[in-house]
Nanobody, 125 residues
Framework: QVQLVESGGGLVQAGGSLRLSCAAS????????MGWFRQAPGKEREFVAA????????YYADSVKGRFTISRDNAKNTVYLQMNSLKPEDTAVYYC??????????????????WGQGTQVTVSS
C-alpha cells in the first residue's frame, strides 16, 4: 500500500509562486507514473501535470504549460509541482496520484491507483 501526503499549499497573490510536495511511503520501486490533478469548487477534477515512470518525460495541461514544472527526488521519494505566475483560476484543491510503472492514460484520474488527501491552493487577485 502506497501513501501519498501533499503539502505546500496556501494563499498567494496573483503572479506569485508556490511549490507543492507529494511525499510517498510504502513504495519500493522508483518506476512509477506520477500525476497532479486539481479540483475547483463546483468543477470537475482536471489534469494538471504528470511525470512518466522513467522520470524522463513530463506532460502538462495547456492551462499550466510554461508556468508549472513537475519534478521528483527519488532519494526523498517526493514529487514536486513548482507553480509560478499563479492566476486566480489556479485556485483549487491539488491532489497527487501515482501508479506503478507505465501509464498511457496519465491525464485520466481513473488510471491512478493511489491518491493523496489534497492541499488547498488559493490565488487572490
Amino acid at each position: 500500500q502506497v501513501q501519498l501526503v501533499e503539502s505546500g499549499g496556501g494563499l498567494v497573490q496573483a503572479g506569485g509562486s508556490l511549490r507543492l510536495s507529494c511525499a510517498a511511503s510504502g513504495r519500493t520501486s522508483t518506476s512509477y507514473t506520477m500525476g497532479w490533478f486539481r479540483q475547483a469548487p463546483g468543477k470537475e477534477r482536471e489534469f494538471v501535470a504528470a511525470l512518466s515512470w522513467s522520470g524522463r518525460n513530463t506532460y502538462y495541461a495547456d492551462s499550466v504549460k510554461g508556468r508549472f514544472t513537475i519534478s521528483r527526488d527519488n532519494a526523498k521519494n517526493t514529487v514536486y509541482l513548482q507553480m509560478n505566475s499563479l492566476k486566480p483560476e489556479d485556485t483549487a484543491v491539488y491532489y497527487c496520484a501515482t501508479k506503478p510503472g507505465y501509464n498511457s492514460n496519465y491525464y485520466r484520474g481513473f488510471s491512478y491507483d493511489y491518491w493523496g488527501q489534497g492541499t488547498q491552493v488559493t490565488v487572490s487577485s
